[in-house]
Structures are given as structure tokens and as C-alpha cells.
């Protein structure tokens, strides 16, 4: 099986975790021309930014590390330059650029340099501002809204896709028996991830 095909797969299983659009993306991005991948570069900043942008998506918790430790940052930029057509990888882009000078005005430093709690906040806000924008569509905001919904969908795909989101975050049964769709989970017991 392919990357794309076993992505396309964990995209199927977590269903409506994952918006349309990045559903959509997946399913048809094995007819991306060659000439539409890689169509941006991200900089050294902005990977640390999208790693800590995960990470707070996704953090580590006692029983699991979190999307950082799973590799999160890596997988989001690569999923863009490979799968997603140029236009939506320069919408993407744009709204990281954008989400970085807010950072950088409000904080004087890039987002992967600021606390924890205010690192919180900035994505609390995008995220009101993106559900804001399905309802007023203010063309200034498409790109940073954009961004998220992305950063978002690829964050939970890239961390359950990984070794870690399936077998730390989830039960995970290397062999497993026949399939039982009522079997009994006990209590505080992890969802399973086969």
C-alpha cells in the first residue's frame, strides 16, 4: 500500500475530524500534475512554527506524546507541496505568513518563540475567526482561515497516521482477533486504532 492510499484510509476512518476540503485534496491528489507540486518553500521559521502550531493541537498528554513527538511538523508542509494544487499551497502559505506577522506584532517574535498560554490564545482566536468567516466571508481573512482549517485536518491526519498516534495515542492490538463492533470497553480505556 502507498502513502497516499494509507492516508486516504485513516482520512476514511476519522471521518468528519477531517473537513471536506482536506478529504477531498486527499482523494484526488494522485491527479496533481508534477508542474503544481512543491509550488512554495517554507522557511526554517515557519516549520517551527507549524511543529508548535501542532503541538498545541495535539499535545502531549501522560498517557501519549503529542504531534510534535510524532513527527506532525514534518508531514504538514510535505502534505501540502505534494498534495495540495498550487492555489490552495499559496493559500496556505499566505495564511501562515499572515498568522506569523500577527504573532510577530503582537509578541515581537515568531510563534514557536512565545509562551505556551499565548500561543493558546492566538489559535483559540484563529479558530473563532475561521468558524466566524463560514458566515461573513471576509475576503481579507480567506487565506488565514484557510490555513487553519488545514493545519487543523493535517494535524490529526499526520498524528493518527503515525506509529505514535496508532499505537500510543489509541489501544492498539498488533494482532488482532475476529471483528466485534459491541465489544465492551473498560472503563478510561483508549478507542481502538485497528
Partial sequence: MDRRSALRNVAI???????????????????????????????????????EIADVIIPTTKSSPGAKAAGVGKFIPMMVRDCYPAKQQQSFYNGLAAFEARAKK??????????????KKMLTTLRQETLD?????????????????????LTSLGYFASEIGC?????????????????PLKPGQKSWAT
Fill in 13 to 51: 476512518l476519522l471521518g468528519t475530524a477531517i473537513s471536506a476540503g482536506t478529504t477531498d485534496i486527499l482523494f484526488s491528489s494522485y491527479t496533481l500534475p508534477e508542474s503544481e507540486k512543491n509550488a512554495v518553500n517554507f522557511s526554517a521559521e515557519q516549520l517551527k512554527a507549524l511543529t
Fill in 106 to 119: 503582537t509578541y515581537k517574535k515568531s510563534f514557536a518563540l512565545i509562551p505556551l498560554v499565548e500561543r
Fill in 133 to 153: 468567516q463560514k458566515t461573513n466571508k471576509i475576503p481579507e481573512k480567506a487565506d488565514l482561515t484557510y490555513f487553519f482549517t488545514v493545519v487543523r485536518d
Fill in 167 to 183: 499505537t500510543q495515542a489509541r489501544e492498539y492490538l498488533m494482532i488482532p482477533g475476529r471483528y466485534d463492533g459491541a465489544y
